[in-house]
């Protein structure tokens, strides 16, 4: 409600009177609705609390992720202090953040499955529009318009199968369902078996996973950089919390049977992830592909199951979404610098230009990369115990693998940032604005802080993936 709230006077904003107040009133009525929000979600927590009949609930692993969602919602918003796309349409800017926002914190705490595909619509709706927002550019017109016809295909996919799944147990509710499962499998029930298969495939296109993420570098390249920094974190952690909700949550009992699936869907995303990047020049389509790989590894924690496997879900996301920001925080800065910004080659001698920015995306790289003490080993150590012990040891020995492949490319960019420069592209630099450095720097400093508070981190995501099981 405030989420949606705030972007209805967002909109109102972008209307007023006078430049600077258009310029900035949306962005800082979207900055106090977001505050006011995770204020909520903070005082709210310990408490499970049904609204809408059962339809929508507040516990901890939606209020943990609403936090998730707003704090990118927040990162991004800043980002865009100066961006191009956002000077003059501000209020549809924040808007449509705050729009694609609330979707996500209504799949994270669906109670039935009218509640899933609502949010799941909510929040594609608005990054379509959002994807083609520089209507004078033509990629930013193709992207869009690409993600518009993959994700209707996608939503297709998923409301065929939430409704195949309503009507093999008679009921939309989530916590009925898992009622009607208990104790069946998808060999005497293939009315179940199907449903399964359709709803997996839709939430594969909003994760990125493999087969399902054809889509992706391209549409990441198009749209504008702020833009794919939302896609790429918070879509992504909407898209595992939707598969923990009706997976881990509703069919524990069924575990055998589709927790093999999302192992393969897993070990595709991690080898196709893995090994594309290594060949890309462009960053974003690096980060892209780097994003598929990582919906594998976050995947195994699904696969697992359990707490264990939710909580170590729950933690990477955290940590993914910081050092993801952080990396495109340092392109968006790049690319208002020099033509072609968004490459790899732009990067080169980037960090003795500028030595905060360099340490910035040497700390993504390394987190993203699993270097040790960085959140980013942290989360990846947590996912590989949990398949260890659920005797899905193969399933880590893969993401170990695919770690390994990952240097590659990760220690590529930390290589070109650190290198001599070529010429004088690198010394071309200009002011951040204060929104925009703060933003780059606090994804750096979140990165660090979940590795020294790992613990009270843990503490908190064990009881979120605890609310995420209770009936």
């Known amino acids: 409600m405030i989420t949606a709230g705030a972007a209805t006077l967002a909109l109102g904003a972008g209307l007023w009177p006078g430049r600077l107040a258009r310029r900035h009133g949306p962005a800082l009525v979207g900055m106090a609705g977001i505050t006011a929000a995770i204020v909520m979600s903070l005082l709210l927590w310990g408490e499970r609390q049904d609204s809408l009949g059962g339809g929508l609930r507040a516990d901890r692993f939606s209020l943990l992720l609403n936090i998730l969602f707003l704090a990118a919602a927040a990162v991004t918003i800043l980002l865009a202090w100066r961006e191009p796309a956002a000077v003059d349409r501000r209020g549809e800017y924040v808007g449509l953040i705050l729009i694609s926002a609330t979707g996500m914190m209504l799949v994270a705490g669906a109670g039935d499955l009218i509640m899933i595909f609502l949010g799941i619509e909510i929040l594609s709706v608005a990054l379509y529009v959002l994807c083609a927002l520089e209507v004078w550019r033509e990629r930013s017109l193709e992207s869009g318009l690409k993600y518009l016809i993959v994700g209707s295909v996608g939503a297709a996919i998923l409301l065929y199968g939430l409704t195949l799944l309503f009507g093999a147990t008679g009921s939309i509710r989530l916590a009925d369902i898992g009622r009607e499962l208990e104790g069946t499998s998808f060999t005497g029930e293939p009315l179940v078996l199907a449903a399964m298969v359709l709803i997996a495939a839709g939430l594969a296109f909003k994760a990125s996973a493999v087969p399902f993420h054809m889509w992706t570098p391209d549409v990441y390249e198009g749209a504008p950089t702020t833009v794919t920094a939302f896609m790429s974190t918070a879509v992504k952690a909407a898209a595992l919390a939707a598969f923990l909700r009706v997976f881990s949550g509703v069919m524990p009992d069924l575990q055998d049977d589709w927790s093999v699936v999302i192992a393969v869907v897993a070990v595709a995303s991690m080898a196709v992830g893995n090994i594309a990047a290594l060949v890309q020049s462009n960053m974003k389509r690096l980060l892209a592909y780097s994003s598929i790989a990582q919906a594998g590894y976050l995947l195994i924690g699904v696969a697992t199951g359990g707490i264990a496997g939710a909580e170590a879900t729950l933690y990477y ?143 908190a995501c064990r009881g979120a993936a605890e609310a995420l099981l209770a009936p």
């Open 317 to 459: 996301l955290l940590a993914y979404a910081a050092m993801t920001l952080a990396a495109f925080a340092v392109v968006i800065i790049r690319e208002r610098e020099v033509e072609d910004g968004d490459t790899v080659a732009a990067l080169t001698g980037y960090g003795r230009a500028r030595p905060v920015l360099g340490v910035v995306m040497t700390v993504a790289m390394l987190s993203l990369a699993g270097f040790p003490p960085l959140s980013g080993f942290v989360g990846k150590f947590l996912l590989f115990g949990s398949a260890v012990e659920a005797d899905l040891t193969w399933l880590a020995i893969v993401g170990a693998v695919g770690s390994m492949i990952s240097l590659g490319y990760y220690l590529r960019v930390v290589w070109v940032t650190w290198a001599p420069p070529l010429d004088g592209a690198a010394r071309r630099t200009f002011a951040v604005p204060g929104p925009v450095g703060l933003a780059t720097v606090g994804s750096a400093v979140a990165v660090i802080a979940l590795t020294l508070l790992a613990s009270p981190v843990l503490d």
